[in-house]
């Protein structure tokens, strides 16, 4: 997940009155805007954006570089369009905003709407170009609106210039019925370095209804690691939520309501972080997955850390036992599948339990309380839940020691 | 932003500004926080308050700003950062207000009056305070300005926005005093005599009264010269002066002066 610093600069000059973008290019720029400020925010939440305006009362900067989306987009409300762009004083007034940006780790970057002619000259932009590759600030340009011989030619300079490792792109935008926002999403510029297309696309999606296109906002296809990983650590979640859910009500099978769903999104994304590692390393070999439980258990602790480690736990002992497989499978999904009953009946065979919680690492069978657990079981064998509980409790417990 | 009382825009034009010594202290260490062996400059905020014509500036805070040093139309002042710092500091003392902003200059920059402008959102009628962080002559270090249009003569010109210099002074509440004498108590030289101390002080005023007599002489001639438009203002001041000389040819004057009273 890329951390960027973004400054976008907006043209709100005479020739965005235009009406050759619908219902105006002005409002098209808009548009567009909102979308790349969704969309950046959106990828990594430290993401920071700021707006400036090239042209009108002159060259301002609305809003300083913020993760704040509401600041961002109030700030476009109410301009006017007038005057003149002034596009090298613009991009010189965005570096500085960029140098002084609070995060020194985030990447610099510019976004330049230019939809009025440029006046400037070519060697003129390829300084501003060389300067801003000496910062490492990479500078993307839209450009669209008026188009007259020269202009394409000196932004594709200015690019040239800048361009380092193929961090900065232009996009031409020629007029017509199709808006602004959705030519710039099939591009470069929403698309990023890696993968990008699933939270554009999603942040398309979702621009109204706030809704996630794909399951956890990732296309499977774009990313299966991640999308894998963000399943197994929900699945995990759930199973968590589960277990405090009967701890707290002894209550019967209320999973799957939509607050726990939502819980669940939340965790998921906080989950992003450690789960990134879990993906990569969930596919490799045992080795790698000791390791990656040494990972997790490094990681910042709470339920989240030791439920990774637990979900580890669990993925390496079923790797060498299919009944336990089956078993621990069972035992994260709903309560309500019909296997219960058959789930009763195998943790009533006490040597099967002892077998279990034999092969799961950093479980003593001849620990007190693990008898303990066992014996109250014994005399509740259908009571799966319990189990699940008891076991995952335990698992916490002994990890958290 | 901030709520500014419908009293404190009554249009009352500016006669003083009084800079308390904290923002004193407070702008020097900006400035060797940030650009102490550089040429560039610092600039922040003032709070404080204004009422009948007097602006009290009791404290300040730094914003990141940054210009350029080839082109002085690119230049970024963090304003978000103000606001938020703002809001931080009412909730210190709610009677601070912004009343402008100040610069270590040393001198009046071009970009100056485009940051009074971006001030006039925060306050209607903003002050700019320069304060010589090295200063090599005698005086207080401050110096206040306020903006003004100016309408050209003939009207053919855009009325333009143009600095107007306002009198200035240092002085504290009591507890401040207080403050300041424990700080001077380090900078001060104990084993010299109370005598050498007035002496060397009666001294440091009279070498200021002859900086500021020189001044006035070199300022009379360029207009003698036409290099500087007439100010009748000024000449009034000037006559004022003289004319508080007291006339020492007087008879009776140099009698009583002269004569031995048996």
């Given at each position: 997940l ?19 973008y ?8 808009a548009?567009a ?101 000496k ?18 030619e000196?932004?594709?300079?200015l ?88 701890k ?28 990134d ?12 997955q ?66 279990i ?15 303990d ?29 | 932003m ?26 020097v ?30 404290n ?17 002042l ?44 925060y ?7 320069i304060?010589?962080?090295q ?10 300005y ?5 309408v ?8 333009q ?5 306002v ?34 002080s ?19 001639d ?10 009748h203002?000024?000449?009034?001041h ?25």
């Open positions: 890329l951390l960027q610093s973004t400054m976008i600069c907006i043209d709100n000059s005479e020739w965005m009155r235009n009406g050759d619908s219902p105006s290019r002005f409002q098209a720029q548009d805007v909102n979308l790349i400020c969704g969309a950046k925010t959106q990828s990594n939440p430290e993401n920071t954006v700021g707006v400036m305006t090239m042209a009108g009362k002159g060259v301002r900067v609305l809003v300083t570089p913020t993760s704040d989306l509401g600041k961002i987009l109030a700030c476009m409300h109410g301009l006017e369009v007038g005057a003149e762009a002034n596009l090298a004083a613009a991009i010189q007034v965005a570096q500085l905003a960029l140098k002084h940006r609070q995060n020194k780790r985030q990447q610099q970057r510019i976004i330049v709407f230019i939809g009025s002619p440029v006046t400037y000259d070519k060697k003129v932009l390829e300084t501003i170009g060389k300067k801003l590759k910062n490492n600030v990479a500078l993307d340009v839209v450009d669209f609106g008026e188009t007259d011989d020269e202009k394409p000196k932004l594709e300079a690019i040239a210039a800048v361009n380092s490792s193929d961090s900065s792109h232009i996009v031409h935008v020629p007029p017509g019925d199709h808006a602004l926002s959705d030519v710039l999403i099939s591009t470069p510029i929403f698309t990023g370095e890696e993968g990008g297309s699933g939270f554009a696309a999603s942040a398309a999606a979702a621009a109204a209804t706030g809704a996630t296109g794909y399951d956890f906002g990732v296309d499977p296809n774009v990313d299966p690691e991640l999308a894998l990983a963000l399943r197994l650590s929900m699945e995990e979640e759930r199973a968590r939520q589960e277990a405090i859910a009967k707290a009500a002894e209550d019967n099978k209320d999973q799957a309501s939509s607050s726990t769903d939502a819980i669940m999104a939340e965790a998921e994304l906080t989950l992003n972080a450690p789960a590692v879990d993906a990569d390393l969930l596919k490799d070999d045992d080795d790698a000791l390791l990656q439980q040494a990972l997790a258990m490094s990681m910042d602790e709470g339920a989240s850390g030791a439920a990774a480690v637990a979900d580890a736990a669990m993925a390496e002992a079923a790797a060498d036992d299919q009944d336990l497989a089956l078993a621990l499978q069972m035992s994260v999904q709903d309560a309500e599948a019909a296997g219960q009953s058959d789930m009763s009946k195998v943790f009533e065979d006490r040597s099967f339990v002892t077998s919680l034999n092969s799961l690492p950093g479980v003593d069978p001849n620990d007190p309380s693990v008898k657990l066992l014996a109250s079981l014994h005399g509740q064998g259908e009571d799966l839940v319990l189990m699940v509980t008891g076991k995952q409790n335990y698992l916490q417990n002994s990890i958290n020691k | 901030d709520v500014v009382k419908a009293a404190q825009l009554s249009g009352r034009t500016l006669e003083k500004v009084v800079v308390h010594p904290l923002v004193l202290l407070s702008i260490d900006h400035y060797n926080r940030v650009a102490r062996d550089t040429r560039k400059r610092v600039v922040g905020v003032l709070l404080g308050t204004s009422s009948r014509g007097v602006v009290d500036v009791t300040s805070y730094a914003v990141p700003f940054e210009e350029d040093d080839k082109d002085p139309r690119i230049w970024f963090d304003h978000n950062y103000h606001e938020s710092m703002f809001s931080m500091f009412k909730r210190i003392n709610a009677k601070e207000h912004v009343v402008g902003w100040y610069s270590t200059g040393p001198k009046l920059k071009e970009n100056d009056l485009d940051v009074h402008a971006l001030f006039t959102n306050v209607p009628n903003p002050v700019l305070v304060i010589d962080v200063p090599k002559e005698l005086g207080i270090p401050t110096k206040a306020y903006a003004v249009e100016e050209k003569e003939n009207a053919t010109q855009k009325s926005k143009v600095f107007v210099h009198p200035s002074e240092i002085a504290a509440h009591e507890v401040e005093e207080i403050g300041v004498e424990h700080l001077l108590r380090d900078v001060k030289d104990t084993t010299i005599s109370t005598l050498a101390t007035e002496v060397s009666k001294l440091a005023a009279l070498k200021g009264l002859d900086a500021r007599l020189t001044e006035i002489r070199g300022y009379l360029l207009v003698i010269e036409g290099k500087l438009p007439l100010n203002e000024i000449l009034y000037l006559q004022d002066v003289f004319n508080l000389l007291p006339n020492l040819n007087v008879n009776e004057l140099i009698k009583a002066f002269a004569g031995e009273n048996k």
